[in-house]
C-alpha cells in the first residue's frame, strides 16, 4: 500500500437501522429457539445470500397470507416493512409466536393512520402502490386509504369539500416528490394535516457516498446488480469520482491501484451484508 494511502469506509453504507434490527433478531430468534419452527412473512431482506444462509439454518420463508393462515404454534418473524393489522389479528388466532421486527419508523406511520382515521380523516398515502410498506399501511386505516404516486393521481382526487385528510409518506420516498405532491393537495382547500414520515436513512447514505466520492482517488460502491439502491449510490459517486468500481462481492473487485493513489473511498448498499463490507475493506487495506 502506498505510504499515504488511506481507505475510508462510509458509517452509513450497508444495511440501515431497521433492516440490521430486524436480521439481528432472526438470528437471535435461532439461539433461542434450537426447536425450529422459525418463518419470516416475506423474505427479511433483499438479500439472497443472507436469505440463503437463514435457510439453511432451518428459517423458512411465508410467501401469502394463506401460506400464513395454514400455520399453527410456529414462530414468525414479521420483516421491517411492517405488516397490517389483520396479520396480527391472524396470528394471534392461530396462536403463532409474533416477532415483531416491524421498523419503529414504519411503526409510528401505523399509530398515525389508525388514530387520524379514526378521528375522521381520510389517509393519503403518499407512496408507491403494491409495495409491501405501503400495503402495510394501509391496513392500519378505519376507512379505505388512497395512494398517490404521481402528480396526475393526486390532481386527480376530487373529494367532496370540508373533507378532512391526514397524508403520511411511504419512508423510502423522496422528499421533493414528497412536497410537491402535497402541495397539489393543500391548494385544493381541504383540512389537512401532513406528517412528513420519510426515513433519512437513504438520503444520509447517498449524502455521505457523495461528500466521500469527491475526496476519493478511487471508489468502490458494494451491492447486488439488481438492488435500485446500489445503482443510485454508484452513480452518485461516479459524477464525482471517475474511478468508481460497481462490485457485488470481493470476487468481482479487480483492482488496479497507481502509487499516486491516497484515499479510496468504500460504501455499500442499504442489503449488502457486513460480512462482505469487512472482507473488501479488509482486501484493499492489507493487499496494497
Ligand atoms: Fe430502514 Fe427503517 Fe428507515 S427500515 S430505511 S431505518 S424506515
Redesign the pocket.
Known sequence: MGIKMKVVLAKTSGF????KRAVDMVYEQLEKSKAGGIYTYGPIIHNEEVVSDLEKKGVKVINSKEELASLENVSVVIR?HGVSKDIYELMESNGINCIDAT?P??KRIHGIVEKESENGRRIVIIGNDGHPEVEGIKGWSKTPAIVVEDARTAENFNEKTGEKLCIVSQ??FNYKKFQDLVEIFEKKGYDIIVANTI?N??EERQREALELAAAADVMIVIGGTHSSNTRKLYELCKSRCASTYYIQTLADLKLDLPNSVELVGITAGASTPNKIIEEVQNYVRFNF
Open positions: 440501515c437501522f431497521g433492516v421491517s421498523c419508523f414504519v419512508t423510502t426515513c436513512a437513504t
